[in-house]
Nanobody
Framework: QVQLVESGGGLVQAGGSLRLSCAAS????????AGWFRQAPGKEREFVAA????????AYADSVKGRFTISRDNNKNTVYLQMNSLKPEDTAVYYC?????????????????WGQGTQVTVSS
């Protein structure tokens, strides 16, 4: 299991930006792929973005392509989600998760470790 702690959430106006961070506890963090998911009130948790263990491959939900960028710094055991041009519909609790392997990055059920989440609220 990997312990994950998200940070960087908050309240921002539409069109603004936020950068989420996810700090992992394990020194072998570079062995894991990582993803960001979100859950809005009354809705199911959904995939947002993911990155393979080396950072060479990434995946994004259609709703965030061109606006969000996922990256990682394995020296710091941290994954980031840069969110630009935020919209009110991006409002949700954002969760970081990790998994072994680099396949099926968009499949939530393949992720085994989860953080507690960080709230992102975008006002119109």
């Amino acid at each position: 299991q990997v312990q994950l702690v998200e940070s960087g959430g908050g309240l921002v106006q539409a069109g603004g930006s936020l950068r989420l961070s996810c700090a992992a506890s394990r020194r072998t963090f570079s062995d894991y792929s990582a993803g960001w998911f979100r859950q809005a009130p009354g809705k199911e948790r959904e995939f947002v973005a993911a990155i393979g263990w080396s950072g060479a491959n990434t995946a994004y939900a259609d709703s965030v392509k061109g606006r969000f960028t996922i990256s990682r710094d394995n020296n710091k055991n941290t994954v980031y989600l840069q969110m630009n041009s935020l919209k009110p519909e991006d409002t949700a609790v954002y969760y970081c998760a990790t998994k072994t392997g680099s396949s099926r990055l968009t499949t939530m059920l393949t992720y085994s470790s989860w953080g507690q989440g960080t709230q992102v609220t975008v006002s119109s």
